[in-house]
């Protein structure tokens, strides 16, 4: 059974820092790139960060690049999300997905809500 399960959102004021998880089971990690997308209410779901499936290659949207940075840890099962500079705008609730033949898997989301 897949699962992917986000965790580390919070409350944080604007220009702080956040590091999200995704830990996942149910399927052999080190084999597939894993995404990071967001979702804010009234806003169509966004996809924040990409990574291969050793780590070697990582893509992230425009409105985080520099900001974001996504990393995984194969023994551990687990990608991760650095966030720094946060900005109210990326308040959203955010989600890890991966496919797997053609299936799209989605944890249940941590949110993150960037507030003075």
């Known amino acids: 059974q897949v699962q992917l399960v986000e965790s580390g959102g919070g409350l944080v004021q604007p220009g702080g820092s956040l590091r999200l998880s995704c830990a996942a089971s149910g399927f052999t990690f080190s084999i597939y790139g894993i995404r990071w997308y967001r979702q804010a209410p009234g806003k169509e779901r966004e996809l924040v960060a990409v990574i291969s499936n050793l780590g070697g290659s990582t893509n992230y949207a425009d409105s985080v690049k520099g900001r974001f940075t996504i990393s995984r840890d194969n023994a551990k099962n687990t990608v991760y999300l650095q966030m720094n500079s946060l900005k109210p705008e990326d308040t959203a609730v955010y989600y890890c997905?991966?496919?797997?033949?053609?299936?799209?898997?989605w944890g249940q989301g941590t949110q993150v809500t960037v507030s003075s």
């Open positions: 997905n991966v496919e797997l033949r053609k299936v799209n898997y």
